[in-house]
């Protein structure tokens, strides 16, 4: 019910008519948040590329992807943004990401800032991945995206492991995201550890009893094999 135009037939001219209304929506979240100073669909002659919001003041693009997106074309974005002093923060839509499987994308961004969103919220969250699964989410944070600022040093020891990792690899963090929380809540870093913990543990028996099996089923196949050739 508010004002808007609409295109009588597709322009491939006007960058909007190929998103969703979730990628839209998305925008408009971000540019409330972060208020005067960013820009939505900002342009980039000198690299060719338009954003989906540039924050200019801190050198930052904001990349919304609410579809499938391959490795390779993220690598090119961020390669292209960062040659001109830029950092890239990818917001993925829970549409499409954050499922069971993690997509080539997800793996792409793990050493990148990145957050996930639904209709309600931008967040953060604790998982365990392993072998290219994730075996487990916990402890979704609804994050204040205009709170991104450069990564604090902190002691490695102040974090949970898989918080570890990202502390080290993600040059931006949210004020209020999981990295910058748990240090100041000792019954939250307790709750995220053991939580790890009993993961890892369940993926490594779990992992050490395929092999098993595996071994078994290699040597009764050689004994076949050589029982046949005997004869």
């Given amino acids: 019910m508010q004002l808007h135009f609409y295109h009588l037939e597709k322009s491939d001219q006007c960058r909007q008519h190929a998103k969703s209304e979730t990628h839209l929506k998305l ?24 954003a989906d919001i540039a924050w200019p003041d801190k050198k930052l693009i904001f990349e919304v992807q609410c579809s499938q997106m391959t490795a390779e074309e993220a690598r090119n974005r961020q390669h292209d943004y960062t040659s001109i002093g830029y ?33 309600n919220s931008i967040y953060d969250q604790c998982d365990v991945i392993v072998l290219g699964r994730r075996r487990a989410r916990f402890l979704q944070r609804p994050i204040l995206i205009a709170s991104i600022q450069p990564r604090l040093p902190q002691a490695v020891e102040q974090l949970p492991v898989t918080m570890q990792v990202r502390n080290q690899q993600w040059k931006w963090h949210a ?13 939250l870093f307790d709750a995220v550890t053991a939580f790890e913990q009993g993961i890892l543990q369940e993926g490594q028996k779990a992992t050490s009893t395929f092999f098993s099996r595996m071994k078994e089923g290699l040597k009764a196949l050689y004994y076949s094999l050589l029982e046949g050739f005997c004869r």
């Fill in 87 to 119: 950092e890239v923060i990818w917001i993925l839509s829970e549409m499409t990401y954050n499922k069971r499987k993690v997509s080539a994308l997800e793996a792409t961004l793990s050493t990148t800032t990145h957050y996930f969103a639904n209709d």
């Fill in 175 to 187: 004020r209020d995201d999981l990295v910058s929380e748990l240090p100041k809540n000792k019954m």
């Fill in 27 to 50: 925008q408009k979240k971000i540019i409330e948040s972060c208020g005067q100073g960013s820009f939505e669909e900002y342009s980039f002659p000198e690299i060719g590329r338009i």
